[in-house]
Every structure is written in C-alpha cells, then in structure tokens.
C-alpha cells in the first residue's frame, strides 16, 4: 500500500489554492450575508477550466476523474469559502454526470462544453414536498404532447435555480401503481429552465446563502424530445451512477471545512491567553482538537479510498461512498462545533468566520443524503441486516 500524495492532485491542490487565496473569509462573509452568488470566484475558476474537471476531453472538458475533483473541492472549501466555495462549483461539476453517462451524443455536443466553460447553469430537480426521501412517490409529471412533453408539478431546494437555464428535472411519466417496480416509469429530462413556465421562489436558510436554494413550480413547461436523458422510464436508474461520486466529493468538502476550523481554533488557542496562560495549554481545549484532527485525517483516507474505487472501477464502491460521506459529514461538523467552543463567545461572533462553518458544516449531515439514509445503506447492503424500511 501507498500513501504518498499523486503528483497530479498535488498540482490540483496547489493551484485550487492559489486561485481561492483571492478570495478570503470577509468575501464569503458579505456575499453570505447578502445572499449574493460569487461571480469573479466562479468566473476565476470557470477561467481556470476547472469546471469541466469530470466532462470528458472530446467535450472539451479534462476528464480528470473524482480523486481530482474532490482534492479540488476539499481546498477550496479548505480555503475559508466552506460550503458556498464548493458549492458554486459542485453542482456545475457534478449536475450534468447522467448527461455524461446516458445522454445521446447530440445532447453532450450541445451542452457539455458550455458547462466545461461555465456559461451553462444547471439545476437539480430531484426533491420534492411530499416525496422526501422516497423519491418513487414524486408528484411532478410528464405527458406526451406531439413530438414532445409537457410537464406540471414542484420540486424543492433547487440550488442555483436563481441562475440556471436549465434543470435537470425527473418526472413520472408512468404512474406509481403502473410500474413493476416503484423506482420504474420515471424520466429525467434536461428542461429548460423557462420562466413562462417555472416560477422560481428563494428559501431562506440557515446558510450557505451565497448559493441560493428555492422551490421551483412547473406549470405546463414544454419540453422537447431531445431533452429526454437517456431512456424514457429510467431517469431514477440514470441519476443513481452521479449519486455516489457527489457523496464522495462532499466528503472531501467536509474534510476541508473541518480543518479550516481545526486551524482557526489551533491559532486561537495558542493566542488567548486566560488565567495567566494560553487556552491551549488546557487539555479540554487541545485535546477536542487533537481528537478532531485525527477523525479528519481518518475521514480524508476514506473518501480517497472511495474516490479511487470510483475512478478504477475497483471495489465496493457504494458501500465506501456511504461511508466517506457519513464519518466525514460528523468530523467535519465536530471539529467546527469544537472550533467554536475553543473561541468561546467570539466564536459566535461572525468576526471569527468558525459560526459560518459551523453554520454551512450542518447541511453535510442533511444533504445530498442524511446521515440516516448512508447509514441504512450500509447497514442493509454492507451487513446485510433487514431493510428498516
Ligand atoms: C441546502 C440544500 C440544498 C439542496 N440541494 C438540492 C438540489 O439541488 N436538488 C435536489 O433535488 N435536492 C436538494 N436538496 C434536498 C436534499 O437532498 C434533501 O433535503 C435530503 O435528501 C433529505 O431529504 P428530505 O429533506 O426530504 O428529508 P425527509 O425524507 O423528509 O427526512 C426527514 C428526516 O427523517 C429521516 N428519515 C426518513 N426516512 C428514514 C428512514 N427510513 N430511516 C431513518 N431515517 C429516516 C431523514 O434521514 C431525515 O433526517 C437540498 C437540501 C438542502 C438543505
């Protein structure tokens, strides 16, 4: 076995952090606060060509794999931009992986280089109100209409609808109580994002809101036959092969904000000085960190490990996903919570940054998936105990 660090993703790190360096915490810090999306760090990484980190070269795109795009993701989150850093580039790296894997060749001519480039925005149309995580039981559908689809209903917690001109949207086009099996008869289609059609409503959240979150209510929305994504009554099937990639690389997400905080607290347990000495030299300080130190760099190993399996082909690759994103969402939001008792009541002050992470570390033990449902995951497919539900 070896751990030395690839020299490909030691470049990526290197030149992810020169490139998030111009960015610092008082830039996430009022584009947070003012709900506002962060174009000249988008632009600079779109500029970059990392937004086409996982699009295939012949798209015009470097294909470099999920290892790359989690070391890519991990710093930038690393950087002080937390989860509104990695976000404004996750979904455009991860949005378009059924695009990549089953859409037809026209469709990845037409829209995977402009989202290598940046100028394409898309949305994820997958939750919905009443389904929550059963997504079989989804209420927005499609019916044929001529050459094409019309489709109605609403999703919820569409990030960056704000700006998307288009949406990766699924829709039942058979009904429920029609199909075999519960997950079959669902399509996913590549819609535009068309005003006429979409009323697009914010949510207010309690963070990551440079980034917007909305609801999204589709009435009537035209959508042309091209746009089907892969086959029609498989959309759940096709969106499954992103599902374990964007876990692995919130993994990775997770590691970064958790060190950001680990060294904020670090710096600020050596400088302040209580009782004649610094915090530091207290063992309820120090060792909070030293604990979450180690549960970061365990978590780093493991979302590297699933990120290999991925990009290999080797190994039980769900199994590791679940895993990477579980031990990571909970080590990376300790050490966070662990930062902010180290600043005490500045910790809570947005002046030390730790609240932002603190606040933008809790969403990684809710979404893309709950810590419950990886854990389920594992407990059903890895121990092979009863499905619990
Ligand atoms: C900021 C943000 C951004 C998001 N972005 C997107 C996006 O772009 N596109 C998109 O489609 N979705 C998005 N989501 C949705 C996200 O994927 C879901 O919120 C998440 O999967 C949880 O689903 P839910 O909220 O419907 O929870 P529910 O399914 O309602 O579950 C509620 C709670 O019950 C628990 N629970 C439910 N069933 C079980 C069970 N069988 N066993 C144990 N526990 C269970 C869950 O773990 C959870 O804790 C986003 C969410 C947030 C908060």
């Known amino acids: 076995m070896n751990f030395q660090i690839d020299a490909e993703n030691e470049r990526i790190a290197s030149e992810a952090a020169r490139l998030a360096a111009g960015f610092d915490d008082d830039y996430w810090s009022e584009h947070d606060t003012r709900h506002e999306f962060p174009w000249e760090y988008y632009d600079a990484f779109a500029r970059g060509g990392w937004l086409g980190v996982l699009v295939p070269p012949e798209y015009g795109g470097s294909g470099l794999g999920v290892s790359a795009a989690g070391t ?79 489709a109605n209903g609403k999703k919820v917690w569409n990030t ?27 399509t996913l289609f590549l819609a535009d994002l068309d005003r006429k059609y979409c009323e697009v409503r914010e949510i207010p959240k309690l963070g990551r809101n440079a980034v917007n979150s909305n609801e999204v209510f589709v009435n009537d929305l035209p959508i042309s ?49 209580v009782f004649d000495r610094p915090i530091g030299a207290n ?50 939001f300790r050490a966070c919570d662990r930062a902010l008792q180290t600043l005490g009541g500045f ?21 893309p998936i709950s810590q419950e449902m990886a854990l389920n995951f594992v407990a059903e497919h890895v121990l092979e105990l009863p499905r619990s539900y």
Not at 78 to 92: D, I, K, V
Not at 124 to 144: C, K, L, P
Not at 166 to 185: Q, S, V
Not at 228 to 256: K, Q, S, T
């Open 225 to 273: 036959n091209d746009d089907v994504v892969g086959e029609v009554g498989r959309g759940f099937y096709h969106l499954l092969d992103g599902i374990n990639p964007e876990r692995i690389v919130i993994a990775a997400e997770a590691v970064g904000i958790g060190r950001r905080a680990v060294e904020v607290a670090r710096k600020y347990a050596c400088e302040r000085i």
């Open 72 to 150: 890519l993701l991990r710093t930038v989150a690393a950087s002080g931009g937390a989860m509104n850093a990695a976000s404004t580039l996750h979904l455009s790296i991860f949005g378009m992986g059924p695009v990549i894997h089953h859409g037809s060749e026209a469709m990845k001519q037409k829209y995977l280089p402009p989202t290598a480039t940046g100028e394409l925005h898309v949305s994820f149309g997958v939750t919905e109100d009443d389904a929550g995580t059963d997504t079989s039981r989804i209420r927005t559908h499609a019916v044929r209409d001529g050459d094409g689809w019309v």
């Open 160 to 186: 960056k609808a704000q700006q998307a001109h288009k949406i990766l949207l699924l829709a039942r086009t058979t009904p429920r109580e029609e199909c075999e099996r519960p997950y079959d008869g669902m």
């Open 347 to 367: 910790g809570y002050a947005r002046e030390y940054h730790v609240e932002r992470y603190w606040r933008e570390s809790r969403l990684m033990r809710i979404a």
């Open 283 to 332: 063992q309820a300080i120090s060792h909070p960190l030293a604990d979450s130190h180690s549960e970061l760099e365990a978590a780093d190993l493991l979302w590297q490990k699933a990120a290999w399996a991925y990009d290999t082909g080797a190994g039980n690759i769900g199994a590791l996903a679940n895993m990477a994103k579980f031990r990571a969402g909970e080590a990376g």
